[in-house]
């Protein structure tokens, strides 16, 4: 079984709240690191100009190649569930290692703050909030209902097989654990 996200990017308007609940539930202080980045995309000439937002986080890959490069092995998948885990007292630290992680992820996941030698962090799909049976910040928290969470095999009969959107193409060698629908057609 794994766990995954949706994202229906027709729906995102780029408000930001799922950042601001993520770092505010995970108590992330100000600066370069976010569990979730929001990114849009404009193109197109007047009249006919299109914008489309894509809010990402960690995508707890089938395959995490971070894992597969972390040289001390501190990036895990467990077993039940999918949900790829950073152990931070493991991790070497950006100056020691030189992030391979963050290099093997297509996605740009993996985060390092601004302090001395900083350690890998990433989202970890709020698992305080699943054991009590809630989503996690950044679903609960979205206005428009664009983010959805759950087991993949019913994501995807809830909302269909998309894996390409605006801004976002889907790895077959690192397989993200992510449903997305576009706002446009590919």
């Not at 539930?25 to 894509?54: H, M, Q």
């Not at 569930?81 to 070497?92: A, N």
């Not at 206005?143 to 994501?155: S, Y």
């Amino acid at each position: 079984m794994q766990m995954g996200f949706y994202f229906d990017q027709s729906r995102c308007t780029g408000c930001y709240t799922c950042c601001v609940a993520c770092k505010d539930w995970n108590d992330i202080p100000a600066g370069p690191v976010n569990f979730r980045k929001v990114t849009s995309r404009e193109w197109g000439r007047y009249p006919e100009v299109k914008l489309a937002y894509l809010s990402l986080s960690c995508n707890h890959c089938g395959n995490p190649r971070c894992a597969q490069a972390c040289p001390a092995s501190a990036i895990t998948k467990r077993e039940e569930d999918g949900i790829v885990l950073i152990d931070r007292d493991i991790c070497l630290g950006s100056d020691v290692c030189g992030m391979p992680c963050k290099q093997a992820c297509p996605y740009g996941v993996p985060q390092f703050g601004i302090e001395e030698n900083p350690r890998m962090q990433m989202c970890h799909f709020c698992l305080d909030r699943l054991k009590e049976n809630k989503k996690p910040a950044c679903v609960d928290s979205c206005p428009v209902r664009a983010l959805d969470v759950g087991f993949l095999d019913e994501l995807r009969k809830k909302y269909g097989q998309g894996k390409e959107a605006e801004g976002f193409s889907y790895s077959l060698e690192t397989k993200p654990s992510i449903i997305v629908k576009p706002r446009y057609r590919l």
